[in-house]
Nanobody
């Protein structure tokens, strides 16, 4: 059974930084694209950043230049480095493991709050 466990969320002031981690187990981690999504209250879940098995990356326009996704296949972990955080980045952030047939796996989510 695939399990994704996020960590690293918290409260940070505007302009600050956080690094989210997602540890995966139960799958051959290196084979799959991984992503970070977020959902703010009253809004739909949206893709923040994704990284393929070949380490190609893509980002939502709203986070380009501020967020960086990376993966460490030896540690079965994907990271999201978030810099220059803004109040509108406040959301629950979810780790995703993408499966070609659509049966993606999700973590439980970690809260990120950007507020002074």
């Amino acid at each position: 059974q695939v399990r994704l466990v996020e960590s690293g969320g918290g409260l940070v002031q505007p302009g600050g930084s956080l690094r989210l981690s997602c540890a995966a187990s139960g799958s051959i981690f290196s084979l799959y694209a991984m992503g970070w999504y977020r959902q703010a209250p009253g809004k739909q879940r949206e893709l923040v950043a994704a990284i393929t098995s070949g380490r190609n990356t893509n980002y939502a326009d709203s986070v380009k230049g501020r967020f960086t996704i990376s993966r460490d296949n030896a540690k079965n972990t994907v990271y999201l480095q978030m810099n220059s955080l803004k109040p509108e980045d406040t959301a629950v952030y979810y780790c995703n493991q993408h499966r070609p047939k659509g049966d993606d796996y999700w973590g439980q989510g970690t809260q990120v709050t950007v507020s002074s």
